[in-house]
């Protein structure tokens, strides 16, 4: 191995923080967790099923409602709400995912 591939020691932050995610928030919805050697430091959590289990998690991190960022993709039919958190010494990225919902038209009016 050469002095410049990254071992799982380098991801002992974002390692330590899902540990305490785990122990402190155990009864929130399971997000899909990423890390990845590229960003040592970074724990990605992301949210599939709606924009309420994002809130959940935002709120129990403390974070601000202002501190989050929303965009759309999918041509406008996904919403997109992204935070950022220091959390157990890593850098946490929460990320939630949601249908934009469709008017419905009754009696052809919107």
Excluded: K
């Excluded at 591939?5 to 390692?15: E, I, Q, S």
């Excluded at 997000?31 to 040592?40: R, Y």
Aim: aromatic share 6%; glycine share 10%; charged share 20%.
């Amino acid at each position: 191995m050469s002095a410049e591939t990254p071992t799982l020691d380098n991801l002992v932050a974002p390692l330590r923080a899902l540990r305490l995610l785990a122990a402190d928030f155990g009864h929130l919805p399971a997000p899909t967790v990423s890390l990845s050697p590229i960003f040592p430091n970074r724990l990605q959590l992301s949210l599939h099923e709606g924009l309420m289990e994002f809130e959940e998690w935002r709120e129990a991190l403390g974070v601000a409602p202002d501190a989050v960022t929303y965009r759309e993709q999918s041509g406008g039919r996904t919403r997109v709400l992204r935070a950022s958190a220091s959390y157990g010494g890593a850098d946490l990225e929460l990320i939630g995912y949601g249908d934009v919902c469709t008017p419905v038209l009754v009696g052809g009016a919107a």
